[in-house]
């Protein structure tokens, strides 16, 4: 079975600091991995994706994520965080057998120091 | 630019009401997605369909319908709604013609309070 884990609800991070946001799969098959971002009261933006090309993705807003098949890890970074980077952080896994099913990792809240 | 709709950011319903809430795409993607987003619950898929007039249920479909007569258009439906249905409701669509592999694009979202 399909699972995805973040493993970190709430991150907190100092404004120009590093950000790592983590996040583990289980797949039988090569997923499609993507990370999403919400910001308050708004619908969810995709950040980035992967989808068996380069294991190291960028996206977008300075963020990026490395695909680590050994480590069946997905995490995201951004070398120095923004206070607009504030906002929840969705790991999401979509099988590649799958129609419908889109696997949402239950949210990371970053929040930002000034 | 992708573009993804949603008829109202914030509705109130009074208990037994029927609620349209009303998704547009402008992707010509043929799948179309309803979730409703609850805190410590995550995002879980109500309704979902892959063509026109097509519709499959998702995780929680009790209490809901929809409908899709549009490419475009996909509609979710409260026959009677209740205050357990107070929620964030999502709408997203996607391309693909059957298998995954292919990310969702999200609308802004509707804040539904049933009072």
């Known amino acids: 079975a399909q699972s995805v884990t973040q493993l970190d609800s709430h991150v907190s991070v100092s404004e120009g600091t590093p950000v790592l946001l983590r996040c583990n799969y289980s797949s039988s098959y090569s997923p499609s991995l993507f990370w999403y971002v919400q910001h308050p009261n708004k619908g969810l933006q995709l950040l980035l994706k992967?989808?068996?090309?380069?294991?190291l993705v960028k996206g977008i807003n300075g963020f990026e994520a490395e695909f680590k098949k050994s480590e069946t890890s997905f995490h995201l970074t951004k070398p120095s965080a923004h206070m607009s980077d504030a906002a929840e952080y969705f790991c999401?896994?979509?099988?590649?057998?799958?129609?419908?099913?889109?696997?949402f990792g239950s949210g990371t809240r970053l929040s930002i120091r000034p | 630019d992708v573009k993804v709709t949603q008829s109202s950011r914030y509705l109130v319903k009074r208990t037994g009401e029927k609620v349209f809430l009303e998704c547009v795409q402008d992707m010509d993607h043929e799948n179309m997605f309803w979730y409703r987003q609850d805190p410590g619950l995550g995002l879980r898929l109500i309704y979902f369909?892959?063509?026109?007039?097509?519709?499959e249920k998702g995780d929680i479909p009790e209490g809901y319908s929809v409908s899709r007569e549009k490419k475009e258009r996909f509609s979710l439906i409260l026959e009677s709604a209740s205050t357990n249905q107070t929620s964030m409701y999502l709408c997203?669509?996607?391309?693909?013609?059957?298998?995954?592999?292919?990310?969702?694009?999200f609308g802004p979202g509707t804040r539904l309070t049933v009072t």
């Open positions: 997203a669509s996607r391309a693909g013609g059957g298998t995954g592999g292919y990310e969702q694009y």
């Open positions: 992967y989808t068996s090309a380069a294991t």
């Open positions: 999401v896994v979509i099988p590649y057998s799958s129609a419908s099913k889109i696997i």
């Open positions: 369909s892959y063509d026109v007039k097509m519709k």
